[in-house]
């Protein structure tokens, strides 16, 4: 069993900071690429930032500049630093990772339960 658990989420003013994180527990051998996606009623979800194990990141246009993906290896955890928050940043956040399970030698793709960030004008 394998499962990714977010924190963080809130309620904030526009030009504030919120930080995520999300952790991931359960029997995993190795962990390869972890992220952070948006979604919003009656849109799809969008790709905010994604991080490989080595440290390479990939971050959204949108929040180029203001959000900051990072995470602990050993905590197996993936943070999401959002700074400069605007109200169109308001969202549930989803954590995302590439773990190879101790029981599957493939990777299977992992989804956590989503906290809402809402940013008010």
């Known amino acids: 069993q394998v499962q990714l658990v977010e924190s963080g989420g809130g309620l904030v003013q526009a030009g504030g900071s919120l930080r995520l994180s999300c952790a991931a527990s359960?029997?995993?051998?190795?962990?390869?690429?972890m992220g952070w996606y948006r979604q919003v009623p009656g849109k799809q979800r969008e790709l905010v930032a994604t991080i490989l194990n080595g440290g390479i990141t990939d971050t959204s246009d949108s929040v180029k500049g203001r959000f900051t993906i990072s995470r602990d290896n050993g905590k197996n955890t993936v943070y999401l630093q959002m700074n400069s928050l605007k109200p169109e940043d308001t969202a549930v956040y989803y954590c995302n990772a590439h773990i190879t399970p101790i029981w599957n030698r493939n990777q299977v793709e992992y989804w956590g339960q989503g906290t809402q960030v809402t940013v008010s004008s």
């Open positions: 359960g029997n995993i051998l190795s962990i390869n690429r």
